[in-house]
């Protein structure tokens, strides 16, 4: 049942290689495979089979085989697919190029019919060095190793491979998948987050297209281990319709950085960055903190590495006074421990080892770059010999930067590279590798937030928000007025500035006297995106007579300006009083194909030129609000600034939060401006907004959910319940969050040998790491994990929090057929027998029912009678396992 449903395609046992010895060759790629796999060290069954001699059907169940490898010209490929299928292959490799999309199609529509996993067309293949398996037209095998590569690029994917060779980097796979292929990036991703040989994954993009999918597999991969993405194609920002300054400052390949950064993955911006983030990961550091400290036998180089640390954002690694204190009378005397620890020129090997092991050990440490540049009588060697013996004592990220050519500092590196301690040629590249590791850290964090479509604050008037959204779209406009746009706000609580629209110029007098001056003017019309550009905004008006002058003199200049716009009238509305606010802006874009994306940065009228922009994918939190705003330039200003005293980051925090509210429950919303939002010390205020709707949702591919519009699916709050306890009490059961992996190990520790080995078929006393973060961290929208969680009251102090604990957890996963899924159930043993299983079952039954799903069904092992009776009580149909006696299949149609 561990098994991965990728293993028979990935991981294969036995091999078919289905060709034509009659018929033209399929090109170099196919003979090329067609050779490799002839010549492959691969220790499981191999044949061959010809497409029009293959014999009778029963000749071809004897050549049942895990893969199919089709070495066939793209004309045969259709008839090699329904032969393997018709041999029993559960899946086919399709090594081929340019496949077009309908050729594709049909393909897709073969596999998916038969059941056969197919990677291809358009693929170069795939090796597992570890299995010595080369499926692949990308040259020999590579070495086995930790990393796993997957690419859209061909040609890439050979050069790594080259590259990986001549600096002995291994792999535990390597992918290669084009456009089209029915078994894509995501699926990719799935199989190596499970797989135990690799322990991280290098990722080369072009493009995707279903975002939803790919950011699940993303999320659940780099919640296993580290991965490192390399994207082509950067889109500039100002798209051809930008009617917003939201849309007209913010790129599609900032909304990817936004991506990764949420999925906890890491970006590099060049090939080069990218073989140096592979030397880290090769070296299997785990992710750590920003500060660096640098160890250096010159000043000049280890400058540079200074000044590299703080033009990337990370921070300088120092010693404490203590451990500086400890380590001063153990250096030369011209060292110095100031920023740098500099051993100066008379550096030797004994010195850069127990500097190395007091920067290691320091709590204010992260990580340690030692760097050597050649001097009169060092000996390279000798100091790269003293790296690797610290190496092996230390659990922090350990880099070198040996400086020169001559043949002793490359025997230097070749000792480094034995020590599996990652060496550069120059200081730069070697902190930006460091940054690599600390920014995947940074991200781990954002990674962990799985926060509801609805805050904790107010309910929103979800009603009126949508009445308002309906009678724009109802009048085939898209564009809503500044009216209409507050209205729409207020409905979701962000505060805005009351406003009043004025139709005559006696009227806009009328209505600021009743505001109080000062007030500002602003045009109002939805052809008109920014009032400015044609003097549609007037503020600080002092009097009524200026108001009535004001209105009348805008009036003709917007028509003159532009005169075929609709104009509703002129708004009134009240200055902030804000003698310190600060501007902002808040706004919404929608990405092709991420989906809404929300927007902050600095405000005003030269947003565009400024571009401060942060950006974060909905929904939010209020850990995740705070990294939005820390993100942007114009943090720097909120806090004290220039006498002015510190802004309610709070209420600022509260109005992004709001905002994502009304970016998850409104799938209409495609552009957002709220420019200028003014904030200071007592709140956050909306002066102006501008809205454009769209009556056709922007659907994510694969999902039934009412958040469909969204890349990342909310945590499905409204399946919480509160039960009641057998004899008394109550426990809650929920949906599993990122936080849970402590409660979920106790439960796991807190079984009987007898019930863990019926749950995991293993007497493992507690789950891996990746194990553990692979059940808790889930994609809500392919797979389901309820827990009941019993709280308990400490009788000695009842005022503290309640104690929690996790006694038991029901989990389906959807099957790749997707209208299937498999269960699996596990409840303390104190705890069993009082119908918490069966609400559990219940519970993730009544869930899949809801996604659309047909069936579930189970195994349960034969000796195990209790969960077998559960099963027949719910409903479940009892049958026998083919596959494998010990167990008993267990199925119910939902």
């Not at 893969?67 to 066939?72: D, P």
């Not at 330039?633 to 600022?652: H, K």
């Not at 409840?827 to 009082?834: C, I, N």
Request: proline fraction near 7%; glycine fraction near 8%.
């Amino acid at each position: 049942m561990d098994k991965h449903y990728l293993t028979p395609l990935f991981a294969p046992s036995s091999i078919v290689v289905i060709g034509d010895s009659d018929g033209e060759p399929g090109g170099s790629a196919v003979v090329s495979v067609q050779q490799v796999l002839r010549q492959t060290e691969f220790q499981g069954r191999l044949q061959f089979v010809d497409l029009h001699t293959s014999g009778t059907l029963e000749d071809l169940s004897q050549a049942h085989s895990d893969l199919a490898v089709i070495a066939l010209p793209q004309q045969q490929a259709p008839d090699a697919l329904e032969l393997a299928a018709r041999m029993g292959c559960r899946s086919a490799l399709m090594v081929s190029h340019g496949v077009d999309a309908a050729q594709a199609a049909r393909l897709r529509e073969i596999a998916q019919r038969d059941g056969v996993l197919l990677l291809g067309p358009n693929s170069l293949g795939f090796q597992r060095p570890p299995l010595g398996l080369n499926a692949s037209a990308c040259g020999p095998l590579a070495n086995p190793g930790p990393l796993g590569l997957v690419s859209q690029s061909g040609a890439l994917t050979v050069s790594m491979l080259d590259w990986a060779r001549q600096n002995r980097v291994g792999f535990s796979s390597v992918i290669s998948v084009g456009p089209h292929s029915v078994v894509g990036i995501a699926e990719s991703l799935d199989f190596l987050a499970s797989d135990a040989q690799t322990h991280s994954i290098i990722l080369y993009l072009e493009g995707i297209t279903n975002a939803r999918r790919f950011m699940s597999a993303l999320r659940s991969a780099a919640n296993a281990k580290p991965v490192i993405v390399l994207k082509a194609g950067r889109r500039p920002a100002g798209g051809e319709a930008a009617r917003t300054h939201s849309a007209a400052s913010v790129g599609s390949d900032d909304v990817f950085d936004s991506a990764l950064r949420r999925a906890g993955a890491v970006r590099v911006r060049s090939f080069v960055e990218l073989f140096s983030a592979a030397k880290c990961l090769a070296s299997r550091y785990r992710p750590v903190g920003p500060r660096l400290a640098i160890v250096t036998n010159g000043g000049g180089p280890g400058v540079l590495a200074a000044d590299w640390v703080n033009e990337i954002g990370l921070e300088l690694g120092r010693l404490s006074p203590q451990g500086a204190d400890a380590l001063r009378p153990q250096l030369p005397p011209l060292a110095s421990l100031s920023d740098l620890v500099d051993l100066s020129e008379d550096a030797t090997a004994e010195h850069y080892r127990v500097a190395l092991e007091a920067a290691a050990h320091d709590k204010g440490v992260d990580g340690v770059l030692a760097i050597h540049s050649p001097k009169p009588g060092s000996d390279p060697s000798q100091a790269a010999a003293a790296l690797a013996g610290v190496r092996r004592n230390i659990g922090k990220p350990l880099l070198a930067c040996w400086m020169g050519d001559s043949a002793a500092v490359e025997s230097a590196r070749a000792a480094l590279r034995a020590a599996d301690i990652p060496s550069f040629r120059t200081p730069e590249a070697a902190v930006g590798a460091f940054g690599n590791i600390a920014t995947f850290y940074q991200n781990q964090q954002l990674l962990q937030q799985t926060p509801p479509p609805l805050s904790e604050l107010g309910a929103p008037d979800l009603e009126c928000a949508r009445l308002v959204i309906e009678s724009v779209l109802a009048e085939r406009r898209s564009v809503l007025t500044e009216m209409e746009s507050k209205a729409l706000l207020s409905a979701f609580h962000v505060p805005v500035t009351h406003t009043a629209l004025a139709r005559s110029g006696n009227e806009a007098m009328l209505l600021a006297s009743q505001m109080g001056f000062p007030v500002a003017l602003k045009i109002d019309s939805p052809d008109i995106g920014h009032k400015s550009d044609v003097h549609g905004v007037a503020l600080n008006v002092a009097s009524g007579a200026q108001a009535r002058d004001t209105y009348d003199e805008m009036m003709r200049t917007v028509a003159r300006l532009q005169p075929g716009a609709r104009i509703h009238g002129v708004t009134v509305q009240k200055m902030a009083p804000a003698r310190h606010g600060r501007e902002v802006f808040v706004g919404l874009v929608t990405d092709d194909p991420f989906g809404p994306v929300i927007v902050f940065g600095a405000g005003g009228l030269m947003v565009e030129l400024i571009r401060d922009r942060a950006m974060e994918l909905p929904p939010l939190n209020q850990f995740l609000a705070q990294r939005l705003i820390a993100r942007a330039r114009v943090s720097e200003t909120l806090g004290e600034w220039r006498g002015a005293p510190p802004v309610n980051l709070q209420a600022l925090e509260q109005l992004l939060l709001r905002v994502s509210e009304m970016v998850c429950e409104l799938p209409q919303l495609r552009e957002m401006d709220l420019n200028p939002v003014i904030v200071d010390e007592h709140g956050a205020v909306a002066v102006d907004a501008r809205i454009v709707v769209d009556s056709a949702p922007a659907a994510m591919a694969g999902s039934s959910d009412r958040y469909r519009h969204l890349a990342i699916l909310p945590y499905p709050a409204r399946f919480e319940q509160l039960l009641p306890m057998p004899g008394g009490g109550e426990y809650l059961m929920r949906p599993v969050r990122p936080d849970d992996g402590s409660m979920l190990q106790q439960l796991v520790q807190g079984l009987s040998p007898q019930s863990r080995y019926f749950r995991f078929v293993s007497t493992r006393a507690e789950l891996p790491p990746s194990m553990l973060a692979r059940f808790t961290l889930i994609d809500y929208d392919r797979e389901m994990a309820l827990v009941a969680v019993l709280r308990e009251i400490d009788a000695a102090h009842p005022e503290a929090p309640p104690n929690e604990r996790i006694i038991g957890v029901s989990r389906y996963i959807t099957n790749p057929d997707r209208s299937s899924c498999e269960f699996s159930l596990v409840v303390a043993d104190e705890w069993s027998g009082k119908g918490i299983g069966s609400r559990l079952m219940q519970g993730i039954m009544d869930v899949a029912r809801e996604r659309g799903l047909k069936s579930i069904e189970g195994l349960v092992l034969s000796n195990n009678p209790a969960m077998l009776k559960l099963m027949r009580s719910l409903g479940f149909v009892v049958e026998a396992f083919a596959e494998d006696p010990d167990f008993r299949l267990v199925r119910h149609a939902l």
